[in-house]
């Protein structure tokens, strides 16, 4: 008998945003794709956190700036409870809302006025667990959380001397997300499988004790760590 594949797991979204008519043009657009599912929508901060604990969606879009608990403050308690991953939403390109809600874990940002495909594939990308979008805007974040020198912020504390808990593949790749690359691009540069990547990656989120693939790639970037 011929082994029937395993169909894509859908992935269940919570959309968090004040205003109506941006909150219902997310939903309209999400519930147009394929393998997503609109679980939810939060109008305020407090309601995201209250609603990610209910329903246990996969991943919380998040305005990041909201009534009753701001989104950068609503990212950290859903970060820290380890209820979905978080994709935040802004107006402004690099703004300090986005650093706050990356220190505080989220996995990306999306602005808002991105387009409909921008999105979808927003969602997507981080539901495999690859973190930041974009590679380009991955390496000016990491430019401007340098700059600013809050990587000990990003990192949650994690101390130079943590690296020694590498291995040399792990150290390897550390270096290439900090360069901003994806699974793809680190599986086909250090000649492994996707999956083998995304597991190295795990374990270095672990032994580092960091909540998001960004707070590595800052880490990566400030301590000097380089992929080959």
Known sequence: MTQQATPPR???V???????????????ILRSAPGIEVVGEATDGRQAVDMARAL?????????????????SATREV?????????????FDLDEYVFG??????????????DAATLIEAVRTVARGEGLIAPAVTRRLIAEFGRAGSAAASSGGAD????AALTPREREVLGCVGQGLSNAQI????TMAEATVKTHV????????????????????ELGVEGP
């Open 10 to 12: 859908t992935i269940r």
């Open 160 to 163: 130079p001397s943590a690296l």
């Open 202 to 221: 795990s374990r270095v989120l672990g032994k580092l004790e960091l909540r998001s693939r960004v707070q590595a790639a800052v880490l990566a970037q």
């Open 14 to 28: 919570l959309v968090a945003e004040d205003q109506a008519a941006v909150r219902s043009g997310l939903v309209l």
């Open 79 to 91: 970060v820290r409870a380890q209820l979905a991953d978080v994709l935040v939403l802004t107006t």
């Open 101 to 114: 809600a990356l220190r505080a874990g989220a996995a990306g940002f999306l602005l808002k006025d991105s």
């Open 56 to 72: 246990s969606p996969d991943l919380v879009l998040m305005d990041v700036q909201m009534p009753r608990l701001d989104g950068v």
């Open 187 to 190: 599986a086909e540069r250090l």
